[in-house]
C-alpha cells in the first residue's frame, strides 16, 4: 500500500515517460528528417530546378498529403479541399500539395490532433522507408542488385521534400501542443488512479507484471 507522495512521484514519472515517448521522441525525428530531407531539396534545386524537383518528389508529396488527410479524418476534422500534388506556380511556388480542414477549436482531442496530423508525414515516410529497406536489403534482395537500386531510388523519390514540413505545419504542431501534453498528462493520471486502486484496495501489483527492468528501475520498485 502507497499514500499521496509515492502516488504523486509516480504519477510524474509516467506523465514524463509518455511525453518522452509520445510528444519529444516524435518531434526529434520529425526534426531530424525535415532537416535531412530540406537539405537534399536544397540541392536538387540548385541543380536542376523547382519543376523537375517536384516532379521527381511527386510520389513523396502525395505520401505526405496522405499522412495529414489520414490523420485529420482519425481525428474527425471536417476536410474542406485536397490537393494531393501539383506544380509549383509563379503564384504558388512553394506549395506542392495541400489539405485544408477546419475542426472544433473547443474540443481538446481534435486541438490535440492537430499535433500529430502536423508531423504524420515525417513519421509515416521513414517508416515506410525502413521498412522497404529491412524487407528488401536484409531478407529478399542481397544478391539481386536491380531491386536494390531500385528502392534505393524509391527511398530518394520518398525522401526528397516528402518529408519537409511546412511552416504552417510546424505553426499548427505549436497550436495544438499544450493540448496534446493536458490529454498525457491526464492519460497519466487516470494510469495512477489505476495502480492506487488495484494495489491499496485488490492487492494486486500491475507494475510488477511489466517485463522490463529498465522500466523497473526508472519507477522505483520499492514502493512498499
Known amino acids: 500500500m502507497f499514500g499521496l507522495t509515492t502516488a504523486l512521484d509516480i504519477f510524474l514519472k509516467l506523465f514524463v515517460l509518455l511525453a518522452l515517448i509520445f510528444y519529444v521522441l516524435p518531434t526529434l ?24 524537383e517536384s516532379i521527381v518528389s511527386a ?8 499522412s495529414h488527410y489520414i490523420m485529420a479524418k482519425i481525428f474527425r476534422y471536417n476536410i ?7 506544380l509549383p506556380t509563379i503564384e504558388n511556388k512553394n506549395i506542392r500539395g495541400y489539405v485544408e480542414y477546419t475542426y472544433d477549436s473547443s474540443s ?3 486541438k490535440a490532433g ?14 515506410i522507408n525502413i521498412e522497404m529497406i529491412y524487407f528488401t536489403y536484409l531478407n529478399k534482395g542481397k544478391s539481386n542488385f536491380v531491386l536494390l537500386l531500385l528502392i534505393t531510388i524509391i527511398v530518394f523519390i520518398l525522401t526528397v ?18 493540448s496534446y501534453l493536458l490529454i498525457l498528462l491526464l492519460i497519466a493520471l487516470m494510469l ?14 500491475i507494475l510488477s ?3 522490463i527492468d529498465h522500466l523497473k528501475d526508472y519507477f522505483d520498485w520499492n514502493w512498499y
Not at 161 to 178: A, M, V, Y
Open 114 to 127: 492537430s499535433v500529430l496530423i502536423s508531423i504524420a508525414p515525417a513519421i509515416t515516410i521513414p517508416l
Open 192 to 205: 495512477v488512479i489505476l495502480l492506487v486502486i488495484t494495489k491499496n484496495i485488490t492487492g494486486y501489483d
Open 209 to 211: 507484471k511489466i517485463p
Open 161 to 178: 521534400n516528402g518529408i519537409h514540413l511546412s511552416p504552417q505545419d510546424w505553426f499548427e504542431f505549436r497550436k495544438g501542443s499544450f
Open 80 to 86: 474542406v479541399s485536397v490537393k494531393l500534388f501539383q
Open 29 to 52: 525525428i520529425a526534426l531530424f528528417f525535415n532537416t535531412f530531407s530540406g537539405k537534399i531539396e536544397d540541392i536538387f534545386i540548385k541543380k536542376y530546378n523547382a519543376k523537375a
Open 59 to 66: 510520389p513523396g508529396i502525395i505520401i505526405h498529403e496522405l
Open 108 to 110: 481538446m482531442i481534435q
